[in-house]
T-cell receptor
Framework: GDSVTQMEGPVTLSEEAFLTINCTYTATGYPSLFWYVQYPGEGLQLLLKATKADDKGSNKGFEATYRKETTSFHLEKGSVQVSDSAVYFCALKTGNQFYFGTGTSLTVIP | DGGITQSPKYLFRKEGQNVTLSCEQNLNHDAMYWYRQDPGQGLRLIYYSQIVNDFQKGDIAEGYSVSREKKESFPLTVTSAQKNPTAFYLC??????????FGPGTRLTVL
């Protein structure tokens, strides 16, 4: 069945470090891919999305490229800030079904 | 402002009680969803609804019930049959075939 696998956490980085959170997927058809962010005690917020192969989603300095050949959608940011500390979820949508990864916790230290 | 509201933010339940969590959206979304999140875990789908007066079970529907009498509202009842209900509950909505938008969540604790 369709599924998302993302990098285990937790991840701890120093401020201004480069961030990569890996996400790979298994899907039939042509899924849309998403990254969501969850701050402590809050709901999930959509961070970025890509709806077809080679699309790049970007928002707030975060980027992810939809790679069909490697079935991946890795999240990257060139210089993280303390305020980026949160849990990040990769997700895919096929038809009207959504599948979420287990989340990767990121802590950025000053 | 358009958005999804959940109430209450915190809810306490005694053993054997049913409790109802509210979810309202004014985004004119067709579909609504309920997820459960346990500490350090991902999201697990409880129920979803794509149209008024219709809903489907998700992966962990046992011990929960829902209704969808209005497009804007999708309340979740946690019944006494749910043996381990302490969790963070998230409601989401979407247009069909589009991304989901989430509410702020309700934290349920069994006393």
């Amino acid at each position: 069945g369709d599924s998302v696998t993302q990098m285990e956490g937790p991840v701890t980085l120093s401020e201004e470090a480069f961030l990569t959170i890996n996400c790979t997927y298994t899907a039939t058809g042509y899924p849309s891919l998403f990254w969501y962010v969850q701050y402590p005690g809050e709901g999930l917020q959509l961070l970025l999305k890509a709806t077809k192969a080679d699309d790049k989603g970007s928002n707030k300095g975060f980027e992810a490229t939809y790679r069909k050949e490697t079935t991946s959608f890795h999240l990257e940011k060139g210089s993280v800030q303390v305020s980026d500390s949160a849990v990040y979820f990769c997700a895919l949508k096929t038809g009207n079904q959504f599948y979420f990864g287990t989340g990767t916790s990121l802590t950025v230290i000053p | 402002d358009g958005g999804i509201t959940q109430s209450p933010k915190y809810l306490f339940r005694k053993e054997g009680q049913n409790v109802t969590l509210s979810c309202e959206q004014n985004l004119n979304h067709d579909a609504m969803y309920w997820y459960r999140q346990d500490p350090g875990q991902g999201l697990r789908l409880i129920y979803y609804s794509q149209i008024v007066n219709d809903f489907q079970k998700g992966d962990i529907a046992e011990g929960y019930s829902v209704s969808r009498e209005k497009k804007e509202s999708f309340p979740l009842t946690v019944t006494s049959a749910q043996k381990n209900p302490t969790a963070f509950y998230l409601c989401a909505s979407s247009f069909l075939y589009n991304e989901q938008f989430f509410g702020p969540g309700t934290r349920l604790t069994v006393l």
